[in-house]
């Protein structure tokens, strides 16, 4: 075993008491449902107040803070509208199957509420720095209102560590994937590129960054939008289709179908939530943080604005990526690709997707939890290849959820990226391959980024359809590295002051340019786990200080209601 599926597999094992454990789905949900009651509805009793905000028809500029309400809401989104919109619906999809899309909305729908409430108490609680400019998040009310130091601790260095699992390494090890496969750019020049413009962008600090946001993710909006538009209206005929696809399997879970072995109800539901979390950050307290800038007097007010997010990012635009994926067909079908070597486990014995009981078998082992209950066991030996196809048989290969055809090995040569097919034995060792230097490639189902770029090409555009995902891929991205930098930024001067931002920067922009050339399911496993080091302390936070958020709403329209008589 590498030390790259060792650093996995500890991971995983960690995701296993955190994101994938059975608690936290209802958890997650079960806190936005109670505010959701507790405050009557928010996210609908308060959209259009939001909407007025936003457009500045209340603001005075003499209120405290740095940025706008737009600037912050738009620092926010970049935040947030990044791979979960591109390769994380498509990810949800790939593990889950239609169902994890409900779970998706049902996390967005409730997540307005929570965010509008974290956001509130953050901006409640922000204090001035040293350097003149706002500082919030939940980790300032955590110990102002809470008097828990500690638990402000956890959550400031779990948003350090999420700053890089969420917003930085994901961004970027997408970013590069999709420029290789659309325009056969190496990994590393895009991961050096973008490093540098970042350090020029980040070095301003968040007025800077809002000024960035407020240009680009409008802009890279509309873009996304018009391109997934072009997709959904080309297969109009299977829209309908799609949500009854989506709806039809909440409760049963996704059944299998093509080369889709089916999910269950549980990883349905699981897949969908995490990927709705890390899509809008509705719990996560992220966004808090840069809301927390915005000019204004009434915390509230800004709490308004923040439940647009969720709105926007996981209820419009991811689930526009998902019509665009279920009406094209994609998700299910198996496509030509070099296969990753932690997709891949080598099976003992011959499966068949069309054979009911092996697709069983096969399901129950791809889920972590039920694996061991599986007969499907993994395989160890040695498997023989004669220019570049397996002879061997009593074997079969899943690669990304699904059974491998027309697969070719071949061995890369020494310091080149050129592969010559290989003749002779392959080792397998706990149906891993031995070798890391095997190139594997053929049909299978495809997942993240690389699933949506594909879904793109089944629209009106054709194959241009890919430089749509591609072009929002950068921009989306790119500026939630932006965003998350300032996070993080924020979370170092809690807990060392700002002599510590500079080396944080540094840091940060150096992990950015590495991670172009980083496994991607080692990102991806990094950032389930991070995230929810964030999550867990500031849902804590935000529900022992339910009756100190009711209060802040009441104050809020009564201060409204005087300043505003009809």
Avoid at 228 to 257: D, R, T
Avoid at 297 to 312: Q, R
Avoid at 477 to 503: M, P
Wanted: hydrophobic share 45%; net charge neutral; glycine share 10%.
């Amino acid at each position: 075993m590498d030390i790259i599926e060792t650093i996995k597999n500890g991971l995983d094992y960690l995701d296993g008491f955190l994101g994938s454990a059975d608690y936290f789905p209802f958890l997650l949900i079960g806190v936005g449902l109670f505010f959701t009651i507790y405050l009557g509805l928010p996210q609908v009793r308060y959209f259009g107040q939001a909407v007025r905000i936003v457009k500045g028809k209340y603001s005075k500029s003499s209120d405290p803070g740095d940025t706008s309400h737009f600037a912050a809401l738009s620092t926010a989104l970049s935040g947030t509208v990044g791979t979960g919109n591109i390769g994380g619906v498509a990810l949800a999809i790939f593990m889950g199957g239609p169902a994890a899309i409900f779970w998706m909305w049902v996390t967005a729908f409730l997540g307005m509420t929570t965010k509008f409430v974290e956001v509130t108490l953050s901006h409640k609680y922000r204090e001035k720095t040293e350097d003149g400019t706002m500082a919030g998040g939940p980790m300032y009310y955590m110990e102002k209102k809470l008097n828990m130091k500690w638990l402000a601790v956890i959550f400031a260095l779990a948003t350090i560590i999420s700053s890089f699992g969420t917003g930085n390494m994901p961004q970027i090890n997408n970013i590069a994937q999709v420029m290789n496969d659309t325009f056969l750019i190496p990994n590393w020049i895009t991961g050096v590129v973008l490093a540098i413009l970042l350090a020029m962008v980040i070095i301003g600090g968040i007025k800077r960054i809002a000024k960035v946001a407020e240009r680009v993710v409008p802009f890279m909006a509309v873009l996304y939008v018009i391109g997934a538009l072009l997709v959904i209206i080309y297969n109009y005929q299977n829209i309908l289709p799609s949500f009854s696809a989506i709806i039809g399997s909440v409760f049963s879970g996704s059944a299998a179908v093509g080369g889709f072995l089916g999910a269950s109800f549980a990883y349905a539901m699981q897949r969908g939530v995490n990927r709705g979390l890390f899509s809008n950050e509705a719990g996560q307290g992220s966004a808090a943080i840069a809301h927390s800038a915005a000019r204004g007097k009434e915390p509230a007010s800004e709490g308004m604005v923040s439940l647009l997010e969720p709105f926007i990012d996981t209820l419009i635009i991811c689930t526009l990526t998902a019509l665009v994926i279920l009406s094209s067909g994609v998700w299910k079908d198996k496509h030509q690709n070099t296969f990753d070597r932690n997709d891949m486990i080598f099976v003992v014995g011959e499966y068949s997707d069309s054979n009911e009981s092996d697709v069983k078998q096969l399901q129950i082992f791809l889920d972590r939890k039920t694996e061991k209950e599986s007969k499907v066991q993994r395989f160890d030996g040695s498997i023989s290849i004669q220019n570049g196809e397996a002879i061997s048989d009593g074997y079969t290969l899943i690669n990304a959820r699904s059974i491998a055809e027309d697969v070719t090995y071949s061995q890369r040569e020494e310091g080149s990226l050129k592969s010559q097919p290989i003749t002779g034995e392959i080792t397998v060792k706990n149906g891993r391959l031995e070798n890391p230097d095997i190139v594997v490639e053929g049909k299978s189902l495809i997942h993240s980024a690389s699933l949506t770029a594909e879904a793109f090409t089944k629209g009106f555009l054709g194959e241009n359809g890919k430089y749509i995902v591609s072009l929002g891929l950068l921009l989306f991205a790119f500026t939630t590295a932006i965003a998350w930098s300032y996070y993080g930024d924020r979370a170092v001067t809690y807990l060392f002051g700002s002599k510590g931002v500079h080396i944080y920067r540094v840091f940060y922009v150096a992990m950015f340019a590495l991670a172009a050339v980083v496994d991607t399911t080692v990102v991806w496993a990094l950032a389930n786990v991070a995230i929810v080091m964030m999550t867990i302390p500031n849902l804590i936070g935000i529900m022992l200080l339910h009756k100190d958020m009711k209060n802040t709403v009441k104050e809020y329209w009564a201060d409204f209601r005087k300043e505003n008589p009809k």
